[in-house]
């Protein structure tokens, strides 16, 4: 979604894949870009203005968030994710460090898993979650770990979010050796303490950067903040119109 909450962009992940951008709450479609083979991990900017995404496992694309004209491709990186301050998470899968850039200072951070799930920014630090592994808070000009949060066994963070109204992270627990239990986590961004806020009755959830809210497949809209139910929405549809009728 937008920062401002006016489009959304969703892509297909396949061999001949797809992107389109959708105006809300029209649904109308304000581009799309077609034969974009294996599509995915879509990443906004702040600003809204530059979206990137990954092509297959080691290309990342950056591309006009308006128009979805290219702006330029990353070889050899298959993470590319952006905060504050013109910082930049970037993965590089054949290296066995991140590294978080501005302009042109860049530091490493160590990786600690096979795969990089999430990260998220806050003005002066990142928080990173890998598959099977911990939670880190580093320093995003030193690179140094500020704080570390140690799931419970068989259990991972899936993704983060920085909620810059009360300037706590948070993230989605999830016991993916047995896919028993899912809970909305708030973290001190200053200390690590975990906190868990909301149980969670749900197998996908996506953070909104535009209105601090957690959305989740069965249709709950939670207000981070308070880990209150506002609403639910109506979804998985389960009966489709025929188009034909």
């Not at 694309?61 to 050899?76: C, F, K, M, N």
């Not at 795969?115 to 580093?138: D, K, W």
């Not at 920085?162 to 627990?173: I, Q, T």
Request: with cysteine.
């Amino acid at each position: 979604m937008h920062p401002d909450g006016t489009f959304i962009v969703a892509g297909l992940s396949a061999r001949r894949g797809s992107i389109t951008a959708h105006a809300i709450p029209t649904g109308t479609v304000s581009w799309r870009r077609d034969k974009v083979a294996e599509c995915g991990f879509f990443d906004l900017d702040r600003s809204g203005s530059v979206l990137s995404f990954a092509r297959g496992r080691t290309t990342i694309e950056r591309a006009d968030a308006h128009s979805g004209a290219t702006i330029d491709v990353l070889p050899q990186t298959c993470r590319y994710l952006s905060g504050p301050a013109h910082y930049t998470l970037l993965d590089d899968p054949s290296q066995s460090t991140y590294v978080i850039a501005q302009r042109e200072h860049t530091v490493s951070v160590p990786k600690l898993s096979f795969a990089l799930l999430g990260a998220a920014f806050s003005s002066r630090t990142a928080c990173i979650t890998e598959s099977g592994g911990p939670v880190r808070c580093v320093d995003c000009t030193t690179g140094a770990e500020l704080w570390r949060y140690t799931p419970p066994t068989d259990s991972h963070i899936l993704d983060l979010h920085y909620n810059a109204l009360d300037r706590f992270f948070y993230g989605v627990l999830w016991h993916y050796e047995r896919g028993e239990f899912r809970f909305l986590v708030r973290f001190d961004s200053g200390t690590g303490k975990a906190t868990r806020v909301r149980d969670l009755d749900s197998w996908v959830e996506v953070f909104s950067e535009a209105t601090q809210q957690l959305v989740t497949s069965s249709g709950e809209v939670i207000e981070l903040s308070s880990g209150e139910l506002l609403g639910k929405l109506g979804f998985p549809q389960k009966e489709y119109p025929d188009p034909s009728c």
